[in-house]
T-cell receptor
Framework: DTGVSQDPRHKITKRGQNVTFRCDPI?????LYWYRQTLGQGPEFLTY????????KSRLLSDRFSAERPKGSFSTLEIQRTEQGDSAMYLC?????????????FGEGSWLTVV | AQSVAQPEDQVNVAEGNPLTVKCTYS??????LFWYVQYPNRGLQFLLK??????LVKGSYGFEAEFNKSQTSFHLKKPSALVSDSALYFC??????????????FGTGTLLAVQP
């Protein structure tokens, strides 16, 4: 069990550029979540996948954000036309499919700084 | 709507003293409660959870939490604090209001500072 892996860990980009983050969940975890965390705040839910199906998207996820999980394994989160307000840590998490009591495990996060 | 509240932005405690980090919750139905710890510039690490059963839950690194249904609280505790426990602690509730997501809803976090 190698844990949830996220790449890159840090990204600095100019306003208006597109960025993409990748998440590799724990093997055989069907559920995958993306969260966003800004300084001094708790993580906020962005979107959820069960296998390859994106089943829920937060209102925080504007049209500039898109997430995919094409084969039900790794996932990508793309932000188009980045804005300074997008600066945050983007956290990926995964959990097994069965049971609402299952633990959700988080990756180390991907820090985005938009300049 | 499900929610958790962490009333203290920061808790200060001397090394060796007991610590408590407070959390209260509001849920419809059965609560599924979690504590996570976050060290600077790192992701969240799972500490412990309450699903059902004993009200006192034991977790990683000597932490434990007490579920109190009448007070709708789930306070995190440790008998003897270490300087290395200094970090940001998050309480979370699993969203079981409907649908398949069961996502976690987090509090705003409490910064624990343990002085040597």
């Amino acid at each position: 069990d190698t844990g949830v892996s996220q790449d890159p860990r840090h990204k600095i980009t100019k306003r208006g550029q597109n960025v993409t983050f990748r998440c590799d969940p724990i093997s055989e975890h069907n559920r995958l979540y993306w969260y966003r965390q800004t300084l001094g705040q708790g993580p906020e839910f962005l979107t959820y996948f069960q296998n390859e199906a994106q089943l829920e998207k937060s209102r925080l996820l504007s049209d500039r954000f898109s997430a995919e999980r094409p084969k039900g394994s790794f996932s990508t989160l793309e932000i188009q036309r980045t804005e300074q307000g997008d600066s945050a840590m983007y956290l990926c998490a995964s959990s097994p499919n069965e049971g609402v009591g299952n633990t959700i495990y988080f990756g180390e996060g991907s820090w985005l700084t938009v300049v | 709507a499900q929610s958790v509240a962490q009333p203290e932005d920061q808790v200060n405690v001397a090394e060796g003293n007991p610590l408590t980090v407070k959390c209260t919750y509001s849920v419809s139905g059965n609560p599924y409660l979690f504590w996570y710890v976050q060290y600077p510039n790192r992701g969240l690490q799972f500490l412990l959870k309450y699903i059902t059963g004993d009200n006192l839950v034991k977790g990683s690194y000597g932490f434990e939490a007490e579920f109190n249904k009448s007070q709708t609280s789930f306070h995190l505790k440790k008998p003897s604090a270490l300087v290395s426990d200094s970090a940001l602690y998050f309480c979370a509730v699993r969203d079981n209001a409907g649908g398949a997501t069961n996502k976690l809803i987090f509090g705003t976090g409490t910064l624990l500072a343990v002085q040597p």
